[in-house]
């Protein structure tokens, strides 16, 4: 079992430096710049959703289980709320006609 859930735990963390270094040579390889920013909002729901699977196994009763684990979800969090301090505001109106 603990091999499992180190599988569990590495897998998605792999898949998502995967994707960010194949995002990132495809955009230098081209050297086009994007055609737009990718949209905070997304990024953030990203984040925290990613945050969402993995805090539990480094939180339970409100008791850090795994001190490791625990920073890097911290750490995510705070990339979140970096990205939400640079999302542009929105009129609620602005952001349903999307």
Do not use: N
Request: aromatic share 8%; net charge negative.
């Amino acid at each position: 079992m603990p091999i499992r859930d180190s599988l569990r735990r590495i897998v998605p963390r792999a898949a998502l430096v995967a994707s960010a270094w194949l995002f990132a040579a495809s955009a230098a390889a081209a050297q086009v710049p994007p055609a737009s920013e990718p949209d905070p909002a997304q990024m953030i729901l990203h984040v925290l959703d990613y945050v969402a699977v993995d805090y539990p196994g480094a939180v339970k009763g409100g008791k850090v289980l795994d001190e490791g684990e625990y920073r890097e979800q911290m750490e995510f969090v705070g990339q979140a709320r970096a990205l939400l301090g640079r999302a542009p505001s929105r009129t609620p109106e602005e952001a349903y006609a999307r």
